[in-house]
Nanobody, 127 residues
Framework: QVQLVESGGGLVQTGDPLRLSCVSSGPRFSTYGIGWFRQVPGKEREFVAGINWSGSRTAYADSVKGRFVISREDDKNTVYLQMNSLNAADTAVYSC????????????????????WGQGTRVTVSS
């Protein structure tokens, strides 16, 4: 059973950076795309950033473009989300997820495109 484990969340101040990590226990991590999503109480989970299996394509929500960077290190079975210039609107539980399909070129920005989810890591940005 493949598992995803997020880490790196915490309490930071407005303008601070933070890097989240998503580590997979699966043997074929490099063949799947990974997405980062976030959720706040009372709201639906929203797409934040995604990277395809090869790392050749990335996608970002408009709200984080220019501030967040997603990357992957397949030899470590890890995907990172570097978050810069954080603000209160970024406060949420961040979860990573593995794509349904292997070797997909495009990055899926919907929750339906992902089948395995981590438990999430909480990010709180105080002003």
């Amino acid at each position: 059973q493949v598992q995803l484990v997020e880490s790196g969340g915490g309490l930071v101040q407005t303008g601070d950076p933070l890097r989240l990590s998503c580590v997979s226990s699966g043997p074929r991590f490099s063949t799947y795309g990974i997405g980062w999503f976030r959720q706040v109480p009372g709201k639906e989970r929203e797409f934040v950033a995604g990277i395809n299996w090869s790392g050749s394509r990335t996608a970002y929500a408009d709200s984080v473009k220019g501030r967040f960077v997603i990357s992957r290190e397949d030899d470590k079975n890890t995907v990172y989300l570097q978050m810069n210039s954080l603000n209160a609107a970024d406060t949420a539980v961040y979860s990573c997820a593995m794509s349904v399909f292997k070797y997909a070129t495009a990055v899926d920005t919907t929750t339906q495109g992902y089948s395995i989810w981590g438990q999430g890591t909480r990010v709180t940005v105080s002003s």
